[in-house]
Every structure is written in structure tokens, then in C-alpha cells.
């Protein structure tokens, strides 16, 4: 009777434990999605409600786009120990060679966008060769790369070059074609693709419990994965109805932009934490000799980084013309400066070998959230900046501080 009574007690007390130390294990990743929460929250109060009007939100992300997209590429780079201060430059100088194709040389758009990312790639071997091969740090390479492109930047464009293909503003400012009628107030399309979205997360998560089950590792407690699934459920349900509602007469409901943005996330995320390359980007940024000695080619790893960093910094710079609808040598002022914050402040790790493209991507939204509800509230560009970097000087710290106590 008493083994009875005993037994169920002992296992109650193990999914306890258990599920605490699957929320300790990621007590990092639930702290930034928790703290993003609470900073939007706090701005739709001080806004008075203005932050989360769906074309407001529509507007944050079309706005911060270019973070989104550098802080992908910037987050592998820094867990593989390096860094790249030229993005910002390269926005400007590829940007310019795109809008003068465009403008000048009277090229399709499309071809022009092609050209402008081929300039991206030669750009990310150039820079590749001077970090893996010649064996020049990643700081300076990049700070001399910032120096030269945004000089390259300021000869070719000179004042601006405005940009009159209306397709090609269209990449920025439209939606996807509402292919299924409006429901209501509401864009059908979208409201399609937000289930979608929550079938997906949740099929992920159970597929990913029951393989891990399925080998003999560690899992979760259920509890704690169908909390996962309705929280993330109850957001994208919110971001849906945000989406849906957005728009003017002509179109709404999903900006082209933020398909872009999720499509690279997507496939860079599985880059990352599903191939072979990404395996040895975290081997290389947690112990670069040891990866040396266990036959990774640590060269080619840091070529290949840049090549990709150069890639994205140029769907940045198209995105970033097609919002502004002008070429300008200024463009791109500060962008490495976001994006490197968004890849701190989203978890990863200043000594490298640690850090997620989805926690670069809420970093990024908490700039985002930051500049907007700020804006909104008419502070000072000045402030703002201070505000900025005090987010950021925590966010480390907290990193730092954190690693201490495990210690």
C-alpha cells in the first residue's frame, strides 16, 4: 500500500525536475522571446495603442527588413569568431550599382538584381580571401572594406539616383496578390498561410520530441511542448489577424518583404543546424584548434562565411532601394552596427560557438520594436541611440554575467 502511494509521488516529482530543467536549459532563448513581448507590450501602452495597428506592423517590418536580413548573415559569422563591419558600405555601393543598371544603362530590373547579387558574391570572395587565406582578422578586413565601398559608393552615385521602375519599388511596398479574395475584412491568402504556419510549428516540435525519443535522448516534458505549441499558436494567430487586416483599397494582407525575409531564414536556419557546413561553423567558432586537428578545413569554412555574408548583404541592399526608391552614398549609415546588435542581443555569444538565426531575428525585432515605438512617440534620434546601445550593453552583460555563474 505504501509503495502504491510512494510510487506515483516519486514520478510526479521527476516531470517537475525534468520540465524545470528544460526550461533552465533554454532559460536564454524563453528570456529574449519574453523580454520582446514585454517591450511591445509596453510601447502599444506608451503609443497609445498605435504600435500594433496592422499597417503600423506592416510598417515595422518593411522598416527592418535589412536588420532581419544582415543579422542572418552576421550571426554565422560571429559564432564563427569573426566579425563584418563592411554590410553597412556594401548596402550603399551595391545599392548604387543596382540603381545605376537600373537608371542609367536602362537594364531590366530583374537582371539588375541579378547582376547585384553576383556583385554581392564577388564582394564576400574578396573579402573571404583576406580573412582565410591571407589570414588578416575579420575586423580589419571588414573595416577596410567599410572604408573602401563606402568611398566606391560615394564616386559612383555621387548626390542620388532615383528609381522610376514601379515594379521594382513594388518589392518594398507591395503584397502578395490576393489570390483568394478577401473574407470579410480580412485577405484569405494570408489568413491561409498563418495556419499553415501553426500546423508547421507544431508538427515541428512533436516530430522533433518523438526523434529524439526515438534514438534515446532526453525530452521535454509534454506538458512543456504543448505549451510551446499554444503559445506560439496564440502569436502567429495575432501576427495573422495583424496581417490580414492591413493594407489600403488597392491591396493588403502578406508584404512581399516579409516573404523574402522568411524564406532566407528558412533555408539559413536549415544551412545552419542541418548540414555539414553548419556543423563545422559551430565546431570552428567553439574551438577552432581542436576542429583543426579533427580534420575540418577551418579556411574554407571562414571563406565560405563571407561569401554568404556578401550574398545577403546585397538582397539588403536591393530591399533597402526598393523601399527608398533612391540610391544615396549615405545609404546604409550604422547597419552593421543593428545587425550586430540583433545577433547579441538574440543570444549569441561574444567569444563565439554559440547563437540561433531565430534568436538574431527576435533580436532584431527588439531593435525594431525600439526604433518604431520610439518614433511613434517622437523622441529624439539622439535618444533613440542611447536607448540602442544600453540594450545592448545589457544584453552582453546579462551573457557574460550568466556564463559566470555556470562557471
Not at 503584397?175 to 491568402?189: E, H, K
Not at 510551446?228 to 489600403?248: H, Q
Not at 534620434?381 to 555556470?406: F, H, P, Q, W, Y
Amino acid at each position: 500500500m505504501t509503495s502504491a502511494t510512494v510510487e506515483p509521488k516519486k514520478s510526479e516529482r521527476d516531470k517537475e525536475v525534468g520540465m524545470l530543467s528544460s526550461i533552465a536549459s533554454n532559460a536564454r532563448q524563453y528570456g529574449i522571446v519574453g523580454a520582446l513581448i514585454v517591450i511591445v507590450l509596453v510601447f502599444e501602452v506608451l503609443t497609445g495603442g498605435v504600435l500594433l495597428k496592422p499597417n503600423s506592423f506592416v510598417s515595422l517590418i518593411q522598416q527592418n527588413a535589412y536588420v532581419i536580413i544582415l543579422a542572418i548573415g552576421m550571426v554565422m559569422v560571429i559564432i564563427a569568431t569573426h566579425i563584418d563591419l563592411s554590410v553597412g558600405s556594401l548596402v550603399a555601393f551595391i545599392g548604387g550599382v543596382c540603381a545605376l543598371l537600373m537608371e542609367r544603362q536602362g537594364m531590366n530590373w530583374v537582371l539588375a538584381i541579378v547582376v547585384s547579387l553576383v556583385v554581392g558574391l564577388l564582394v564576400g570572395v574578396w573579402q573571404g580571401f583576406w580573412v582565410a587565406y591571407v589570414g588578416i582578422p575579420g575586423f580589419i578586413t571588414t573595416l577596410a572594406g567599410m572604408l573602401i565601398f563606402r568611398g566606391l559608393a560615394t564616386v559612383i552615385v555621387g548626390e542620388s539616383v532615383p528609381i522610376t521602375s514601379s515594379a521594382f519599388r513594388g518589392i518594398a511596398r507591395n503584397y502578395l496578390p490576393n489570390i483568394l479574395v478577401f473574407w470579410g475584412p480580412f485577405d484569405g491568402l494570408t489568413i491561409v498561410l498563418g495556419l499553415l504556419c501553426i500546423a508547421a510549428f507544431a508538427w515541428a516540435q512533436i516530430s522533433r520530441r518523438r526523434k529524439a525519443a526515438k534514438v534515446g535522448l532526453a525530452t521535454e516534458p509534454m506538458s512543456l511542448t504543448i505549451g510551446k505549441i499554444v503559445i506560439a499558436s496564440v502569436v502567429i494567430a495575432f501576427v495573422t489577424y495583424l496581417l490580414a487586416s492591413s493594407g489600403n483599397a488597392d491591396q493588403g494582407g502578406t508584404p512581399i518583404m516579409l516573404v523574402i525575409v522568411a524564406v532566407l531564414v528558412l533555408v539559413y536556419n536549415f544551412i545552419l543546424t542541418r548540414t555539414v557546413f553548419g556543423r563545422h561553423v559551430y565546431a570552428v567558432g567553439g574551438n577552432r584548434k581542436a576542429a583543426i586537428l579533427s580534420g575540418i578545413d577551418s579556411r574554407r569554412v571562414d571563406f565560405t562565411l563571407y561569401i554568404h555574408m556578401g550574398f545577403l548583404s546585397a538582397v539588403a541592399a536591393v530591399c533597402m532601394l526598393s523601399r527608398l526608391a533612391s540610391a544615396t552614398a549615405q545609404a546604409g549609415m550604422e547597419f552593421e552596427m543593428d545587425a550586430i546588435a540583433a545577433c547579441f542581443i538574440g543570444g549569441t555569444a561574444v567569444t563565439g560557438g554559440i547563437g540561433t538565426i531565430p534568436g538574431a531575428v527576435v533580436g532584431a525585432f527588439v531593435m525594431g520594436v525600439i526604433n518604431q515605438g520610439l518614433s511613434i512617440m517622437g523622441v529624439d534620434t539622439a535618444i533613440v541611440k542611447t536607448i540602442k546601445g544600453l540594450v545592448l550593453l545589457v544584453a552582453v552583460a546579462i551573457d557574460i554575467m550568466s556564463k559566470r555563474k555556470k562557471s
